[in-house]
């Protein structure tokens, strides 16, 4: 007898359907590499909680006075965990009390006098003249002006991100600018941009910064912001016109051509979102190497400039007191929130470069 037709024969009602895994944007697998990387995470965070605190500014600070500048110079140079006892008098020359977005942009301009207290006087006890009695703790000491050394330091976190910001979007334009039209258009035009770059690398960052600020006329704080960024674009316009190199003669781009699509389309449109990922690691070490950078430069007294708490600053201010025993503290303080901060955007620019790389497998 024949064999029953193939489509007589039964199907089993128990057999599972092959379901094909989700499909995953790239995105997806960089950031599933980003968080199997613990000391990219640990850098991420604390750059995140430095963020906060320089968007808080002088909401969050002990000494929320313009520049964090209220000092006392009788409390000068006092160890961490200091304690006193003030008396406030009334300032007759102080200006009306800021407004919630005026003390976020400026801080509050000082209401008071500031004095230390007689020993024999109590908390409780009234004084005299509209004067009152106030207790203040300097968690971390007092600089060699009697300021509080943590709102200093806390309010220098917004200079030294604000320098790096403006640096890094500085860089990115002109980087990724000039490598773009250099790389795209090859011939002279990318012999002479090429020229360029070799001449600006080849000029020191603090002989560059002199230079702009000799031509301003000016030490202002913008002028650091201005001349640590117009020093880091050479980097990013190097990497961006090898990958454009590598990338104007490919299809997608030829076939650009062949539609009769702009060539400023061509290249920020479809050349240049292919460079996301080694842009954003450079991104992160030239946010690390501005900070580096401006407190350099506010160390030698060529960046920001006296009573802005900029960390570069604060580190001088404490080495010029290095051989006594304050000197220990205001160095270091300010020396490992540099440290901290930089390393932070290390270990994040390695996980970054690490998660970008399709060979990095995943945990």
Known sequence: MAAPAAADTPVAADTALIVPPPARTPGYYVRQRLRQNRPALAGLAYIVLCAVVALLGYWVLPDNSPDANNGVVQLQKQPPGFRATLVQTPDPSAPPPANVLQVWLHGQPRQFIDAPANPSLSAQQPTTNNQQLTTRTYLLGTDKAGRDELSR???????????????????????????????????????LLL??????????????????SLALDSKAVWVSFLAVGLTMWVDVARVVRGQVLSLRSATFIEAGRVLGLPTHRLIFVHLLPNLRGPLIVLATANFAAAILLEAGLSFLGLGVQPPAPS?????????????????LWLTGLPGAAISLLVLSFNVLGNGLRDAYDPKTPLG
């Open 195 to 212: 020229g360029l770059m070799t001449v600006v690398w080849s000029i020191p960052g603090i002989m560059l910064v002199i230079g702009i």
């Open 153 to 191: 330091l806390l309010l220098g976190t917004r200079i030294s991100l604000g320098i790096g910001l403006v640096a890094v979007l500085i860089s990115l334009t002109l980087g990724v600018s000039i490598g773009a039209v250099a790389g795209y258009f090859g011939g002279w035009l990318d012999a």
């Open 311 to 327: 960390w570069g600053l604060m580190v001088k201010e404490g080495y010029d007191l290095l051989g006594t025993t304050a000197g």
